[in-house]
């Protein structure tokens, strides 16, 4: 016997036919004798959906309010499958994050999990119920509903994983694993039967968003067992030991390991650029500490050598802080010239923990972009990663050739 959590994306809880698909799949793992908790996403759309409609109403929105908009999705998900389940003859109830409670942080939005209490799970999966979670939401220390940010589903699966030492947390989504690039822009992608915590960790937050960061910093902490699967591969809904998956685990598990695991792109990116700021000490600390204390995450920072006392500096920040980034440098009256933003921007980076002890990573990465005419705006290199900042409009272009330039292609 196992203890099990499983948890189901959008696409996977899309219908009502898919969300009967899923029951089945829940009943494989207790017709094999495990002990199973299920976390469960929106139905397909429905988050950006409730997304678009916070905007609509006022761009500059309260976080809470929109925490308590964006978290119903995922409570329609939990009840329609509870019912589901106990159609099939299963004891099941849904459980909402305030429930269990998943305990976050304040950070409305984009909250953390502080604590999941395990132990009401564990009695309830003791006595052969099935808890279906709700996921992406939390209960915040103002005793208001939280979310984890897009795609925080993943997060509630493994931090309950963590909770409930679970021998397993299996990720059901619309890919049969984790491949060495998006398998839906690049077709000659390949799938990869393992994949350690650190290349998953630094895939995931230069974008590959199959799992969301925060799941694999916490399945990290925690040695959490992550396996990528598909609901969609078998109808008949075989339980995941009949599934070939991808499972995240440590670098001592993995026999061959590749100079370059993965190819990473993300289009939530913007770039600002603010010329003309003078060049003496703490202007930097005066854009960038602000814009910290209102909590956006800047990522990628140039600054030019000066000429004349003036110099320029550029950073990135996600696409959806744009608005409230400009806000910000608006309010503290930064001293520049100009504030230029450019959105039509993507983050392109090539990904392995080969990189520690091989050279001319970077440079096979400049020549094949380089051969396709693709300039580049800004680059950032770290131990296992390089990356770069293109124009949008060569994202596929720039995927694919780095794709075969570093050999990754299926045979
Ligand atoms: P879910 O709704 O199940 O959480 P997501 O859409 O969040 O699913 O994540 C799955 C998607 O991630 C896939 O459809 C795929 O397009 C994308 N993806 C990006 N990079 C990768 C990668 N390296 N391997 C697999 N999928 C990837
Ligand atoms: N429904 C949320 C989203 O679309 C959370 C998730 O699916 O993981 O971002
Ligand atoms: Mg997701």
Known sequence: MARIVQKFGGTSVGDIARIRNVAKRVKAEIDQGNEVA???????????????????MAPLHDAREYDAIVATGEQVTSGLLAIALQEMGISARSWAGWQIPIITDDAHGKARIAEIKGD???????????AVVAGFQGL????????????GSDTTAVALAAAVKADRCDIYTDVDGVYTTD???VKTARKLNKITYEEMLESASLGAKVLQTRSVEMAMKHRVRVQVLSSFTDENAPPASALP???????EEIVEKELVSGIAYSRDEA?????????????AAGVFGPLSEANINVDMIVQNTSHDGTTDITFTCSRTELDRALKVLKDVKVECKEIATDKSVVKVSVIGVGMRSHAGVAQ???KALADKGINIHVI?????????????EYTELALRALHTAYGLDAA
């Open 38 to 56: 299920v976390v469960v996403s929106a139905m397909s759309g429905v988050t950006n959906q409730l997304v678009a409609y916070c905007n609509e």
């Open 120 to 130: 009401a799970i564990i009695a309830s999966m003791k006595q052969g119920h099935v």
């Open 140 to 151: 915040g220390p103002d005793g208001r509903v939280s979310t984890l940010g897009r795609g």
């Open 183 to 185: 398998p839906r822009i």
């Open 245 to 251: 998956g991808t499972l995240v685990c440590d670098e």
């Open 271 to 283: 770039k600002v650029t603010l010329t003309g700021v003078s060049d003496r000490p703490g202007i």
């Open 364 to 366: 096979t990465m400049f």
């Open 380 to 392: 950032s290199t770290s131990e296992i990663k390089v990356s770069v900042l293109i124009g949008e």
